[in-house]
């Protein structure tokens, strides 16, 4: 009875167009990337991972806090055996532009010498720090290293950084969101918007 109860009041709140549902409004968030569409992209990433990697296993390198959600709901998707590691980076500060600097605020608990590795990222901007990750795993002498990443603004990019999973390619906007934040506000909206 109560498994009955809860999984109508689920689907109950899914359909709630507005308010405090998946699209509702909050102030100065204009809604991007709804969790459905999001949803049904990590899906796709999750399936081209699954047939590039057959027969392998995968260390997931989650890079914290960004990539937090995107890389639970993609390990979900991912049909192999994984391991998740957590990789804490700070290139921010409190505002909106990329300080270039790359603080390492949280190693790998684990070795990845000799894995197929793939690093999760939330968005690659300026690509500063995707670049700069790249190199410190690399003297980690994994066997392969890809990276993943939910979005990207082409637009500020300064490093090139090869992409080989991307959700979506997105303007010049600062988005927030499934993970992303403003001074660690709006990670957990469950949807990706433009903050005004
Ligand atoms: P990059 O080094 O400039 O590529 O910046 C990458 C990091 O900056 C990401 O992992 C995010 O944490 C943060 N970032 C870049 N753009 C945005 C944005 O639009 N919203 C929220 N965080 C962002
Ligand atoms: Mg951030």
Redesign the pocket.
Known sequence: MTLVDYSLATMASHETPAGDGDNGPVSGVTPLLSSDVIAERVRELGAAITRDYEGRSLVLVS?LK?SFIFAADLARAIALPVRIEFLGVR??GQG?T?SGV?QITQDLNNPIEGEDVLLI??????????AHLLDLLRTRLPRTLKVCALLH?PA?LCTPVPIEYLGFTIED????GYG???AEAYRNLPYIGILE
């Open positions: 890079i960004g290139s921010y909106t990329s790359v990222e939330d968005i690659v901007d300026t690509g500063l720090t995707v603004k500020r906007h600062f988005v927030v992303l934040d403003r």
